[in-house]
């Protein structure tokens, strides 16, 4: 029973523990003795580094967990901490070298620990052999930096880092610099390190010779932002007239087949606007923010070019090298013949490469350099030797270079690929359909007179741009349309005394009076006075509107809604009815980025083989086993009879028996009473 009185309390360190967080003055003296205790364990394991010390451990924790009590006495622990660390980091004991490590976590938990100066050395800790600690550190690492800038960047700690993050990512261990890249990136994903001086950094990983760091810093560059892939499909009313309006306006009257045609018509036309008014998705994401994207283009190009990784690598490289160009619409030409060796049916992955020659192309490259890309794909793809397939995917890609390069495309191959839009194959039909629609809005001119559609006040008044023409205008276009209501109003407003005067007679007598009022007509009026004015005057009146006063959003839907009209509206001296090709244009819109669906597009889709379609049909099928025969037999391990032993014979071994022979024999009443006889078995059977 004396023993139980005993002090424990230098051997119990979790009980220790415990008492001091209450009541730390009162257990001072204890606190020293553990502590003498421990510099004693520091200076035997300085003796010996690789030597695991399961004491040494415990006090090590001990002294963390106390260590907001006792400031004044553990103001050297965590530097001490640190300096074993970093010193003896290679040798020591797996186990110990994870409690220091913990240890140091738990006194920065508390903030007794200078962030930079340990995050640094867990940086260097990244190069130990120990996946574990390499895993742990990584979250550490990843949350504290979030933590310092929870409620605002630190700026300094910050730089302090990245500069040091760019010394680690030249660092010899592969894994170190591989794990400092992921935390970057991490980083950079969680919106706290979403700076160019990060994006910067990470750039000099797509230039290192080990290939994983190489992937990973592809991969960074190469993701699309949640922005871009989250569709707002959402429409305010407000931003010009909605499909219920077109149909209000077209349902009035009688309801014939040209006023159907005409809806439809405007259905389209709108869903076109609607399109090209979409805000563009621009987020600053990784390309971006790129300083030097020229010369970082370059020499991905002269690294590709003299490459040894593997296929996959190599496309990766491509599809960054085509994105910097397209989004900073570089200059690299020499990226064009590169990928033009790539342009063959047999190629692997021949629809990406392809996806990457339309990504690489814009306006401000030379029409001559697009011209051999789009010759090398007609030549290669558009033959009627390959399949329709095939040639599809060959015309869906001229079609996206030449929407983003359109002086590309020479007159002489636009018609010949015009001449496939009564090809047999209907995705190769349909596909030259979709390249002849864009041509009548970029440049009708280029297209025969039979292709180029009804002409329009729109496709009219288009303009077709020279190599590095701008056009910048200092006047809303089809403001003119307001200048025109204003006066017809101040001409209503005379006659309102006059109407007034009458009504007031008229409403004497108690009668109803029945006032004619039609939008639709009034509009059609405008529309036709605009249609009479000379250029000049319409741009005349549209800058005195667009500079005199404020435009309200009704007028701003005013005007939107007269640019609308002058798609459906055939062009002065133009008949009203004339002969056009009608297809649904796809018309998608055209961000930075192009997706492989715009290369690949069938609008027939392909016959399936044998096996697809097998396994189609078998996985229909249900559990049939409800519908199977049941077995009759009394014991299922007996044997067949002699008639069911018949049944599997082949006939040429049964022809020439007796029971075969008569019956052919057999006459008609012969066979009536054989088939009752077999009728009235069967019930007598399934009664039993």
């Given at each position: 029973m004396a023993g139980r009185h005993n002090n424990k309390l230098p051997s119990n360190l979790p009980q220790l523990q415990n008492l001091i967080k209450r009541d730390p003055p009162a257990y001072i003296e204890e606190f020293l003795q553990q502590y003498r205790h421990y510099q004693s364990n520091v200076e035997i394991f300085r003796l010996q580094p690789n030597k695991p010390s399961k004491e040494l451990a415990e006090l090590v924790m001990f002294m963390a967990?106390?260590?907001?009590?006792?400031?004044?006495?553990?103001?050297?622990?965590?530097?001490?901490?640190?300096?074993?660390?970093?010193?003896?980091?290679?040798?020591?004991?797996?186990?110990?070298?994870?409690?220091?490590?913990?240890?140091?976590?738990?006194?920065?938990?508390?903030?007794?620990?200078?962030?930079?100066?340990?995050?640094?050395?867990?940086f260097e800790l990244l190069r130990c052999h120990d996946k574990f600690l390499r895993k742990t550190l990584y979250n550490h690492i990843v949350t504290d930096i979030k933590n310092i800038n929870a409620k605002h960047k630190n700026n300094k700690l910050n730089t302090t880092l990245q500069s040091f993050m760019y010394t680690m990512l030249q660092d010899s261990n592969?894994?170190?610099?591989?794990?400092?890249?992921?935390?970057?990136?991490?980083?950079?994903?969680?919106?706290?390190?979403?700076?160019?001086?990060?994006?910067?950094?990470?750039?000099?990983?797509?230039?290192?010779?080990?290939?994983?760091?190489?992937?990973?810093?592809?991969?960074?560059?190469?993701?699309?932002?949640?922005?871009?892939?989250?569709?707002?499909?959402?429409?305010?009313?407000?931003?010009?007239?909605?499909?219920?309006?077109?149909?209000?306006?077209?349902?009035?009257?009688?309801?014939?087949?040209?006023?159907?045609?005409?809806?439809?018509?405007?259905?389209?036309?709108?869903?076109?606007?609607?399109?090209?008014?979409?805000?563009?998705?621009?987020?600053?994401?990784?390309?971006?923010?790129?300083?030097?994207?020229?010369?970082?283009?370059?020499?991905?190009?002269?690294?590709?070019?003299?490459?040894?990784?593997?296929?996959?690598?190599?496309?990766?490289?491509?599809?960054?090298?085509?994105?910097?160009?397209?989004?900073?619409?570089?200059?690299?030409?020499?990226?064009?013949?590169?990928?033009?060796?790539?342009?063959?049916?047999?190629?692997?992955?021949?629809?990406?490469?392809?996806?990457?020659?339309?990504?690489?192309?814009?306006?401000?490259?030379?029409?001559?350099?697009?011209?051999?890309?789009?010759?090398?794909?007609?030549?290669?793809?558009?033959?009627?030797?390959?399949?329709?397939?095939?040639?599809?995917?060959?015309?869906?890609a001229i079609k996206e270079v030449s929407a983003r390069c359109p002086l590309a495309m020479t007159e002489d191959l636009l018609q010949d690929l015009a001449q496939y839009r009564s090809h047999k194959d209907k995705n190769v039909m349909m596909s030259a359909r979709t390249l002849i629609q864009l041509f009548r809005s970029l440049n009708p001119q280029m297209l025969q007179k039979k292709f180029r559609g009804k002409p329009t006040e729109a496709t009219t008044e288009a303009k077709i741009h020279e190599y590095g023409e701008l056009t910048a205008k200092d006047y809303i276009p089809g403001a003119e349309v307001l200048d025109l209501e204003t006066k017809e109003e101040d001409g209503n407003r005379e006659e309102d005394g006059w109407e007034s005067a009458s009504l007031s007679e008229e409403d004497e007598d108690g009668e109803w009076i029945d006032v004619h009022h039609s939008s639709d007509e009034e509009q059609q009026e405008l529309a036709e006075e605009v249609k009479a004015m000379p250029a000049e005057e319409?741009?005349?009146?549209?800058?005195?509107?667009?500079?005199?006063?404020?435009?309200?959003?009704?007028?701003?839907?005013?005007?939107?809604?007269?640019?609308?009209?002058?798609?459906?509206?055939?062009?002065?001296?133009?008949?009203?009815?004339?002969?056009?090709?009608?297809?649904?244009?796809?018309?998608?819109?055209?961000?930075?980025?192009?997706?492989?669906?715009?290369?690949?597009?069938?609008?027939?889709?392909?016959?399936?083989?044998?096996?697809?379609?097998?396994?189609?049909?078998?996985?229909?099928?249900?559990?049939?086993?409800?519908?199977?025969?049941?077995?009759?037999?009394?014991?299922?391990?007996?044997?067949?009879?002699?008639?069911?032993?018949?049944?599997?014979?082949?006939?040429?071994?049964?022809?020439?028996s007796h029971n075969v022979r008569s019956k052919n024999k057999r006459s008609f009443r012969e066979k009536q009473l054989a088939l009752r006889d077999a009728l009235l078995k069967k019930r007598k059977r399934l009664i039993k």
């Open positions: 967990q106390v260590g907001h009590c006792y400031r004044d006495h553990l103001a050297d622990f965590p530097q001490q901490l640190k300096d074993l660390l970093s010193y003896h980091h290679t040798m020591l004991d797996p186990d110990l070298r994870m409690t220091f490590c913990r240890a140091l976590i738990l006194l920065r938990n508390k903030n007794l620990i200078n962030p930079t100066s340990l995050l640094e050395l867990f592969p894994t170190a610099a591989k794990i400092s890249l992921d935390v970057m990136v991490e980083l950079y994903r969680r919106n706290i390190w979403n700076d160019a001086k990060t994006v910067n950094v990470i750039t000099t990983a797509c230039f290192s010779k080990v290939t994983k760091i190489l992937v990973a810093g592809l991969k960074f560059f190469l993701g699309k932002d949640e922005d871009e892939k989250q569709d707002s499909d959402s429409e305010s009313e407000d931003d010009g007239p909605t499909a219920r309006d077109l149909m209000v306006r077209y349902s009035t009257g009688r309801k014939t087949t040209k006023n159907k045609k005409k809806l439809e018509k405007a259905m389209r036309v709108l869903k076109k606007h609607k399109k090209k008014r979409k805000p563009e998705v621009f987020n600053f994401s990784a390309i971006h923010l790129v300083h030097d994207p020229q010369d970082f283009a370059e020499k991905l190009l002269k690294q590709l070019e003299a490459s040894k990784e593997r296929f996959e690598v190599k496309m990766m490289m491509m599809e960054l090298i085509s994105r910097l160009v397209g989004i900073h619409e570089l200059f690299l030409f020499n990226f064009y013949p590169f990928v033009q060796r790539f342009l063959q049916p047999h190629q692997r992955d021949v629809t990406k490469i392809l996806l990457f020659a339309a990504q690489a192309s814009h306006q401000l490259v030379p029409p001559e350099i697009i011209q051999s890309v789009l010759m090398t794909i007609a030549n290669n793809f558009v033959t009627d030797k390959n399949s329709g397939e095939v040639m599809t995917v060959g015309i869906n319409r741009k005349a009146k549209a800058a005195a509107v667009s500079t005199n006063r404020l435009l309200t959003q009704e007028e701003f839907q005013k005007i939107r809604l007269a640019q609308l009209r002058k798609e459906l509206n055939s062009a002065p001296g133009k008949a009203a009815k004339r002969k056009n090709i009608e297809i649904d244009s796809e018309d998608e819109t055209r961000g930075e980025l192009l997706s492989l669906r715009d290369i690949e597009h069938l609008h027939k889709k392909p016959k399936s083989d044998k096996e697809t379609r097998l396994a189609t049909a078998m996985a229909g099928k249900t559990d049939r086993k409800e519908f199977v025969r049941k077995k009759t037999k009394l014991n299922p391990f007996a044997s067949s009879t002699n008639k069911e032993k018949k049944k599997q014979k082949n006939f040429m071994m049964m022809r020439y």
